[in-house]
């Protein structure tokens, strides 16, 4: 199973919204795909459609109560694409996990030899700690969203710092399948600059799908469905299904098999 995680220590960046429609675009193109909601506020659950009391196990009974992967899991309404669903208590868990010896690797063993799914996408809170750490030490490869403004390369390169640390420490081969324009605003010129900025900055680990800001991405999550479902034409819809064919050209050509 391929791992990537969607984080940026930056709230409203626009990680839940790719994490949910980019796993919905993959599960259409036929891939077993797992989306796991690591963030306490359960956005991506929400969005799925999970409500919150059907919520049985979730990513704080896999991390911190380590109960097996397959009893967290559960069904969304799209074909292909199961999610591990996040509480409120997984909130705790940064505090819980603080004093135990593996704290950063609870996720990585957690997925280890899980076959049943060919990709797995990691919806990450906005912040640095232990959840985002135990992203980050499970995924092969980190995807970036990043919001078209202006202080959004200083927050990139403390993520970057992040991400070394890592490689360091605890996931040498944890690399960075690329960089996701968010929320980009073409009669925006600040938005167009940053853009242009981010381009000459990272080069082409900026994918060239560019994420529109569209009403209806909004709008969907409300509905319990992922855009590409909810209005599968809109512009927003089109962007993701371009991104996620960007995604699967990046992928590692051996795993693609796997
Ligand atoms: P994060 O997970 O990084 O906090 P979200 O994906 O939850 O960010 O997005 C933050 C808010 O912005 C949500 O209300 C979401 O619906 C909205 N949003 C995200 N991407 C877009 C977009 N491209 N166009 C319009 N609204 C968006
Ligand atoms: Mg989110």
């Known amino acids: 199973m391929i791992r990537i995680a969607i984080a940026n220590q930056k709230g409203g960046v626009g990680k839940t919204t790719t994490a949910i429609n980019i796993a919905t675009a993959m599960a259409a193109a036929g891939w077993k795909t797992l989306l796991i909601d690591l963030d306490p506020q359960g956005n991506a659950s929400t969005g799925m459609?999970?409500?919150?009391?059907?919520?049985?196990?979730?990513?704080?009974d896999l991390l911190v109560d380590q109960y097996p992967l397959a009893d967290c899991i559960s069904p969304t309404s799209i074909p292909g694409l199961d999610i591990v669903p996040a509480t409120q208590d997984l909130s705790g868990a940064e505090v819980e996990l603080v004093?135990?010896?593996?704290?950063?690797?609870?996720?990585?063993?957690?997925?280890?030899?899980?076959?049943?799914?060919?990709?797995?996408?990691?919806?990450?809170?906005?912040?640095?700690?232990?959840?985002?750490?135990?992203?980050?030490?499970?995924?092969?490869?980190?995807?970036?969203?990043?919001?078209?403004?202006?202080?959004?390369?200083?927050?990139?390169?403390?993520l970057l710092q992040t991400v070394e640390r890592v490689q360091q420490r605890f996931n040498p081969d944890l690399g960075i399948i690329g960089v996701a324009?968010?929320?980009f605003d073409r009669r925006n010129r600040l938005t167009d600059q940053v853009a242009d900025d981010v381009r000459d900055c990272l080069g082409d680990l900026v994918f060239q799908a560019v994420i529109p800001r569209n009403v209806r991405l909004s709008e969907a999550p409300s509905h319990g469905l992922p855009a590409l479902v909810y209005d599968h034409s809109c512009a927003g819809s089109r962007a993701y299904?371009?991104?996620a064919r960007e995604l699967i050209g990046r992928l590692p050509e051996e795993r693609k098999a796997a």
């Not at 999970?50 to 990513?59: F, G, H, K, V, Y």
């Not at 092969?140 to 403390?158: I, K, N, W, Y």
């Open 99 to 158: 004093s135990v010896d593996d704290r950063t690797d609870r996720l990585r063993s957690a997925l280890a030899g899980h076959t049943d799914h060919q990709i797995c996408f990691i919806d990450c809170p906005p912040s640095l700690g232990l959840l985002t750490l135990n992203a980050l030490g499970a995924a092969d490869t980190l995807l970036v969203p990043l919001q078209c403004e202006f202080f959004a390369l200083e927050g990139l390169s403390q």
């Open 49 to 60: 459609g999970i409500d919150a009391e059907d919520r049985e196990n979730s990513s704080y």
């Open 181 to 183: 324009l968010t929320m």
């Open 241 to 243: 299904m371009a991104l």
